[in-house]
C-alpha cells in the first residue's frame, strides 16, 4: 500500500462527517485488519489512535443479542452496565466519559451507518441499534471533538451488513429462560445497480426481576444504490416498536438480602417503565472524482414518541410529584465532508474539511403519577437545540513511516426553552456556547511488529437538557428552565503502541493517557429514575492494553486489562469528595476469551469477565464489591442441500456469582442496586436459505 493510500483513508476514517464507516473485513483476530474507507484501506495497526474494531462474528456468534455490551466487552477502556433493564437502556463510558449517566449514554457520539445517534444536546441511546444485522462496530477511545464536536469522549459506529450478489433468506429462533423469546427475519441481495438488506426482529422476555418486562419491535433495512462507477447513495430506514419496558429500579442492600428477584417497592406502586416508538431515514451519498477528491453528503431525519413512569409520587412529595415524562421528539440534520489528497512540497497529503448541522425539538411535558396512572399535568416546554460544526484536518507524511496529522473543529450549540406551565412562573431562556477544539497527533510506523503514536486532543461537552433541567441543588423547588450547570471541557495526552508479532499470531495493542478536565457534568443524587447535576473538575490517568493470539489455527485468545485512577480535583458542591475516587469507575478490570473453532464450523466460546471494586457515590462511602462473570457459548454450523443450518447454545453467569448489572450512582436512600440474573441458559438456531 503506498504512503498516499495509507494517509488517505486517515481522513474518511477520522473525521467529521459525523460518522466513522469503517468495516473490519478480518476474519479472525489476528488477520490483517482492515479499515475501508473512501475507495481507500489502512490497517488498523497504523491508525493513530486508540481504535478498536470487532467484527460479525464477534457480535452474533451464539450471542443472545440483548445488548451491545455483549459484543464490546473485549474492548480496554469500556466500563456496561444495565443490560437487563431496558427502561434504563445501556449504559456505557469510555475513560470515564458517560459514567455519570443512569439511564442512556452521555460524553459518546453513536453512529449507525453514518448516521448520527445522538443528539445536539449529547444524549444518545442504542434502542434502535440492530445487533441481528450488524456487520462491524468500531469504537475510538478517548477524547475527538476535533472530529466530532461536543459529547465526543468517544465513539461507537456500528455498520450493518453489505448487500450479498446472492439473493438469501435468513431467519433466527431464540429462546431462554425468564421468558426470553426472539425472532428475526432477514432478506438480501443485490438486483442490477440495487443492493438491499432488511431485518426485522421481536423481543420478548419478562426479566430475572420482578416487573422487568420488555417487548421490543424493530425493523432495519439498507439500500445502496451504485449511481456509476464513482458515486452511490445509500438509504437508511430505521423503525423502533417498544410498548413496554417496565423498571424494577434500584433497591437496597436489605431489600436484595431478603430477595435478590423483587422490583422496588416505590417501582411497583408508580409502574415505572417505558414505553416509545421511533422512526429513522438517513441518505448517504458518496462521490469520487477522479484519484484526489473525494465528496460525502448525508442527511437524516428521526421522529420519537415517548412516555416514561417514574418511580416518584405523592409519596416524595418534596420531588414535586411529577412521576410521569412524556416527550414528542423530532431531530434532523446534514452534513458533508470533501478530502483532497495530493503533495504538500513533495510529501503525501491529505487535506479534508468539512460541516454538520443538527437540530432538535423536544415538545416535553410532565404529569402527576397518581399510583401507576397519569393524572394532571405539571410542567410544559419545548426545548430546542440547534448545532453548527466547521472542521479540518491535515495529514502529511513526513517521512516514509512518519505521519504528522493536526486539525481543529469549531462549534456552536444554542439551546433554547419555551416554558409553557406557567403556574410558577415563566422559565424560559436561551444559552449559547462556542468552542474551538484543537488536536495533532504523531505516528509512527517503525514495522508491522512497531507501531507508536502520540497525540493530544481535547474534549467539548454541553449538559443535556436533562442535566440542564431545575432542580440542581434546591430539591424543594421544581422549576423548568436552565440551571446552573457548566459545559466541560477535557485535555488529553496519550502515548501508544500496536503490532503485530509471531508471524502475525500476536497482536497487541497499548495506550497510556492523563487527563485533565475541567467542570466535569456530575451526578450529585439520584431520587427516584431522576438525577440531579453539578460541576466539578477531575483528573484521570489510565492505561489500556490488549493482546489478541492465535494459539493454533483453531484456538484463540484475547485479553484485555483497564487501569483506571479518576480523581476529583475540585468539587465546590461537595468538598469532602476532592481527592476521592470517580464512582461507576472500577480502578482495574480484566477480560479473558478462550475460543476453539473447528474448520467444520463448531465452535465453543469461554470467557469471564473481572470488574474490580468500584465505588457507588462521589464522597466514596458506598463500596461496590468486585465480580467474575463468565459465559460459554457453544454451535456449530451444517450445509444440507444449500440451506445453511446453525444451532447454538449459551449460558451466562456460568458459575452463579452474586452480582449486579447496574449501580446507580448517589442514590437516595441507598436505592442504588440492580441485581444481575443467576445463572440462566438461552438457545436458537439460524436457518439461512
Do not use: C
Request: net charge negative.
Amino acid at each position: 500500500m503506498t504512503k498516499s493510500r495509507q494517509l488517505r483513508v486517515l481522513i474518511p476514517l477520522l473525521m467529521a462527517a459525523g460518522s466513522t464507516s469503517a468495516i473490519a473485513q478480518a476474519q479472525s483476530p489476528l488477520d490483517e485488519i482492515v479499515i475501508v474507507g473512501t475507495r481507500t484501506e489502512q490497517v488498523l495497526s497504523s491508525v493513530p489512535m486508540a481504535i478498536s474494531l470487532v467484527n460479525k462474528d464477534a457480535i452474533q456468534l451464539g450471542r443472545q443479542e440483548l445488548g451491545l455490551d455483549e459484543s464490546l466487552v473485549a474492548i480496554p477502556g469500556l466500563v456496561m452496565q444495565s443490560r437487563y433493564n431496558f427502561s434504563q437502556d445501556l449504559s456505557v463510558s469510555i475513560r470515564g466519559f458517560g459514567s455519570r449517566a443512569n439511564f442512556g449514554m452521555r460524553g459518546i457520539k453513536v453512529f449507525a451507518d453514518d448516521i448520527p445517534m445522538t443528539l445536539p444536546d449529547g444524549q444518545s441511546g442504542t434502542d434502535d441499534l440492530d445487533l441481528g444485522s450488524a456487520q462491524s462496530v468500531e469504537v475510538i477511545r478517548g477524547p475527538s471533538a476535533s472530529l466530532y464536536g461536543t459529547a465526543s469522549g468517544g465513539v461507537i459506529s456500528l455498520t450493518t451488513e453489505v448487500p450479498t450478489a446472492t439473493p438469501f433468506v435468513e431467519t433466527k429462533l431464540m429462546a431462554g429462560e425468564y421468558g426470553h423469546q426472539k425472532i428475526q427475519l432477514k432478506a438480501g441481495g443485490t438486483s442490477g445497480r440495487l443492493g438491499y438488506l432488511v431485518n426485522v426482529s421481536k423481543l420478548d422476555m419478562d426479566g430475572y426481576r420482578d416487573h422487568s418486562e420488555v417487548e421490543h419491535n424493530l425493523i432495519n433495512s439498507k439500500f445502496i444504490y451504485d449511481i456509476d462507477d464513482t458515486s452511490s447513495l445509500t438509504a437508511i430506514i430505521n423503525a423502533v416498536d417498544s410498548p413496554t419496558a417496565n423498571d424494577p429500579g434500584g433497591v437496597t442492600l436489605a431489600d436484595i438480602a431478603a430477595d435478590r428477584s423483587a422490583a422496588g417497592s416505590r417501582n411497583l406502586s408508580s409502574n415505572s417503565g417505558e414505553a416509545f416508538d421511533q422512526q429513522r431515514l438517513g441518505l448517504v451519498y458518496k462521490k469520487s472524482f477522479g484519484a484526489a477528491h473525494d465528496l460525502t453528503l448525508r442527511t437524516y431525519t428521526m421522529r420519537k414518541d415517548f412516555v416514561g413512569f417514574l418511580p416518584i409520587g405523592s409519596h416524595i412529595p418534596f420531588v414535586g410529584d411529577d412521576g410521569v415524562v412524556a416527550y414528542q421528539r423530532s431531530f434532523s440534520g446534514v452534513g458533508g465532508l470533501y478530502t483532497f489528497s495530493d503533495t504538500l512540497m513533495g510529501k503525501p497529503n491529505v487535506f479534508s474539511i468539512g460541516v454538520d448541522m443538527d437540530y432538535q425539538t423536544d415538545d416535553r411535558q410532565r404529569f402527576i403519577n397518581n399510583a401507576g396512572v397519569k393524572g394532571a399535568i405539571s410542567f410544559n416546554q419545548v426545548e430546542e437545540a440547534e448545532s453548527v460544526g466547521v472542521y479540518f484536518r491535515n495529514e502529511t507524511a513526513l517521512t516514509e513511516a512518519l505521519i504528522l496529522s493536526f486539525g481543529g473543529r469549531f462549534d456552536n450549540l444554542d439551546m433554547s426553552v419555551d416554558d409553557l406551565y406557567l403556574a410558577n412562573g415563566d422559565q424560559s431562556g436561551d444559552l449559547d456556547y462556542n468552542e474551538f477544539s484543537p488536536a495533532i497527533g504523531l505516528m509512527w510506523n517503525h514495522s508491522p511488529a512497531l507501531n507508536l503514536y502520540t497525540n493530544y486532543a481535547t474534549s467539548f461537552e454541553t449538559p443535556t437538557f436533562t442535566e440542564l433541567g431545575s432542580p440542581a441543588q434546591d430539591l424543594n423547588v421544581n422549576l423548568g428552565g436552565f440551571n446552573n450547570v457548566n459545559p466541560q471541557k477535557a485535555k488529553s495526552v496519550e502515548v501508544g503502541a500496536k503490532g503485530s508479532v509471531i508471524d502475525n499470531r500476536l497482536f497487541y495493542d497499548l495506550a497510556l493517557y492523563s487527563m485533565d478536565v475541567e467542570n466535569e457534568i456530575t451526578n450529585v443524587v439520584n431520587i427516584g429514575s431522576r438525577a440531579f447535576f453539578e460541576n466539578a473538575d477531575t483528573d484521570r490517568d489510565g492505561l489500556e492494553a490488549q493482546l489478541q493470539a492465535k494459539l493454533t489455527d483453531q484456538l484463540s485468545l484475547t485479553v484485555a486489562y483497564t487501569f483506571s485512577d479518576f480523581k476529583f480535583t475540585s468539587f465546590d458542591g461537595t468538598p469532602a469528595a476532592v481527592g476521592e475516587t470517580l464512582p461507576g469507575i472500577p480502578e482495574h478490570q480484566f477480560y479473558a476469551e478462550l475460543k476453539y473453532t473447528h474448520p467444520e464450523g463448531a465452535y465453543v466460546v469461554l470467557d469471564a469477565l473481572n470488574v474490580g471494586e468500584f465505588y457507588a457515590d462521589n464522597a466514596n462511602t458506598e463500596q461496590v464489591d468486585s465480580s467474575i462473570v463468565s459465559t460459554l457459548r457453544v454451535g456449530s454450523t451444517f450445509d444440507l442441500n444449500g440451506t445453511t443450518v446453525a444451532p447454538f447454545f449459551g449460558v451466562n453467569n456460568l458459575f452463579d456469582e452474586d452480582y449486579f448489572s447496574n449501580v446507580r450512582k448517589n442514590a437516595f436512600g441507598g436505592r442504588a442496586y440492580e441485581p444481575a440474573p443467576e445463572r440462566h441458559i438461552y438457545g436458537g438456531v439460524t436457518i439461512r436459505f
